[in-house]
């Protein structure tokens, strides 16, 4: 799985008002914990909380705050609900010799019959929780809906990735191809002709 590094700015648990000009300076406050870590509180800039959080991909965090490095994942971010700009922003440390729970991307490849035959592919799940050691982390999760006929329904249950355990509830819908009214005209036309 790819890496990005952040470099983050110790600070000491504040007030509203220090939080509110921490804000305004461009910084976000965030906390880390986890694994053999004692909550450690410290701000990062907001353009560099947007490269993980403005983008698909998951990755695995090298934090450096004060000349030290942790690893870390993205955990939960808390946004102002008129701004959009993060409050607040929770990290959680991992270690190398432990496996990881992370949200992977799914990626979705192939032509559905379903979709050729008229339906419309839904996608509802865009990542999926999975916990495996860092090394065998995968980037995305293919899934090939090639098979996939028309009004059924791929679920996290369904799909197995070498070497990682899905962490996602077995019935988490990852797509389904929907019936469409030109699918269903389709399909009542080739009933009319068989007869």
């Given amino acids: 799985?790819?890496?990005?590094?952040?470099?983050g700015t110790a600070r000491t648990i504040g007030n509203?008002?220090?939080?509110?000009?921490?804000?305004?300076?461009?910084?976000?406050?965030?906390?880390m914990y986890?694994?053999?870590?004692?909550?450690?509180?410290?701000?990062?800039?907001e353009k560099d909380l947007k490269r993980i959080t403005h983008t698909p991909k998951s990755y695995i965090i090298n934090m450096e705050i004060e000349g030290t490095e942790h690893l870390c994942v993205f955990h939960e971010a808390q946004y102002h609900p008129v701004t959009d700009e993060a409050l607040h922003v929770d990290f959680l440390s991992i270690s190398t010799d432990k496996p990881v729970v992370i949200d992977i991307p799914v990626?979705?490849?192939?032509?559905s019959e379903g979709v050729k035959q008229g339906g419309k592919l839904m996608v509802s799940s865009r990542k999926l929780k999975v916990c495996a050691p860092i090394e065998n982390l995968p980037n995305e999760l293919v899934v090939d809906i090639t098979n996939l006929q028309l009004g059924k329904t791929i679920v996290a249950g369904d799909l197995s990735f070498e070497g990682v355990q899905m962490v996602s509830p077995k019935s988490t819908i990852v797509c389904a191809v929907k019936m469409t009214r030109a699918?269903?005209?389709?399909?009542a036309?080739?009933?009319?002709?068989?007869?």
Wanted: charged share 20%; glycine share 8%.
């Fill in 1 to 7: 799985m790819d890496s990005i590094k952040i470099k």
């Fill in 16 to 31: 509203k008002q220090t939080l509110k000009q921490l804000r305004r300076q461009g910084e976000v406050p965030c906390v």
């Fill in 34 to 45: 986890g694994h053999n870590l004692n909550n450690l509180i410290f701000s990062i800039n």
């Fill in 107 to 111: 990626v979705i490849t192939g032509n």
């Fill in 183 to 187: 699918a269903l005209g389709a399909a």
């Fill in 189 to 195: 036309a080739a009933a009319a002709a068989k007869k």
